[in-house]
């Protein structure tokens, strides 16, 4: 039964891993990047004037960023000037614009507030200045729209000409893992039967005094199986990093390690001390004592028992940073010619005191000072 339990806590925590686990499901690439710096420039920067293509509205619609950024170009440029005579106007001894050209700046400004959100608190600055990145995969496409031999060439969209200045980079980049999220649900399903499978049995009612009840026994295996469900995710992560470079969600190498190196031990710790405490039940009669597992049974006659004792089990706990034991449990222990039976400490101490009654009603003569020093110490 201890083997049943043990693959049941393997399944059920892995099938909670990855059902619940916070995956990625993405690894880290080295791929070969292409930015292209796009910069405005003049006529005059262009040695070969007669070969300059030039890219209609057409095909400019199938680049929004560059759309964008020529529109805001147009916008800026054509506002600085305006502004200038707005407010030196020699044309007016007040001061003030004509009207046909505070109708134009009116105009002009409402297109500015349709582009809000890529003009607002831009510096109008020299058209030099201006320069945009465009993704190498989009350079490509248009420098095959437009027929250019060279990456490093001049482009005209309307009255603005624009220089390309293509510039290629190794970047990290992460890349989703297309058959992850199908494989993890796969193993979901096919753990989580597994685990009900291995299960099975572990909770069935058994003779005699419960010394744990069966939702004790539920509630402690809940319990671990949720502790576990957090090494096995660990585990899993440790194990996907490692053959197919997945970037883990919680990538701490050191947490994931230990996680990794320690779900094996944590859950045979837990599979022991669980099958001990939840799986016992104790039968007391006058002919004797029988103690029910879920795989066998062991039965004492009174004339058997040499004598009754207790036995303290304790763990190791840190107390200002110094180990120090803690009392854990306290075993009543049965001892035969031939061997000791150990019995667990319920949980209840409304249980206790009916097995108490139970060997103190039953047991022989020759027995009772026992009962009654294990009644006051147990």
């Not at 744990?212 to 509630?219: D, H, V």
């Not at 099958?275 to 066998?296: A, D, M, R």
Request: hydrophobic share 45%; glycine share 4%; with cysteine.
């Amino acid at each position: 039964m201890k083997i049943k339990r043990f693959l049941g806590y393997l399944f059920f925590s892995l099938a909670l891993a990855f059902a619940f686990g916070p995956f990625t499901g993405v690894k880290k690439v080295r791929q070969s990047v292409t930015n292209v710096l796009l910069s405005v420039v003049t006529l005059n920067d262009v040695q070969n004037k007669s070969v300059i293509p030039e890219l209609n509205e057409l095909k400019l619609a199938n680049f929004p960023a560059l759309n964008t950024f020529i529109n805001n170009y147009k916008i800026e440029t054509a506002v600085k000037p305006l502004k200038k005579i707005t407010k030196v106007s020699p044309n007016n001894k007040n001061g003030y614009a004509s009207k046909d050209i505070v109708k134009l700046i009116n105009q002009l400004e409402g297109s500015r507030k349709t582009k809000k959100d890529t003009v607002k608190q831009k510096k109008i600055l020299h058209p030099k200045n201006y320069s945009l990145k465009i993704d190498g995969k989009k350079w490509r496409l248009l420098k095959n729209d437009l027929n250019l031999k060279s990456d490093v060439a001049f482009i005209k969209i309307g009255d603005v000409i624009l220089k390309s200045n293509p510039q290629e980079n190794n970047e990290l980049t992460l890349v989703k893992i297309k058959w992850f999220a199908q494989l993890r649900y796969m193993l979901f399903g096919f753990f989580l039967l597994a685990a009900f499978l291995s299960l099975k049995g572990l909770y069935k009612k058994l003779p005699g005094i419960n010394l744990n009840p069966i939702w004790a026994s539920k509630l402690g295996d809940f319990i671990s199986i949720l502790f576990l469900s957090t090494l096995g995710y660990t585990a899993i992560e440790y194990l996907l990093h490692a053959f197919t470079g997945a970037y883990p969600y919680f990538y701490d190498s050191l947490f994931v390690a230990m996680g990794a190196i320690f779900y094996i031990p944590v859950m045979l710790i837990f599979t022991f001390f669980n099958s001990k405490q939840f799986s016992q039940n104790i039968e007391i009669t006058k002919e004797g004592i029988t103690v029910y597992y879920l795989e066998k049974s062991s039965f004492v006659e009174w004339k058997q028992i040499q004598k009754f004792e207790l036995l303290s089990s304790f763990l190791l706990v840190s107390r200002l940073n110094f180990p120090m034991p803690k009392k854990l449990q306290t075993y009543l222990v049965i001892k035969t010619e031939k061997n000791s039976i150990y019995i667990v400490e319920p949980d209840l101490k409304s249980i206790k005191n009916k097995i108490l009654r139970a060997l103190k009603n039953n047991c022989q003569e020759n027995l009772k000072p026992q009962i009654a020093t294990i009644i006051d110490k147990w």
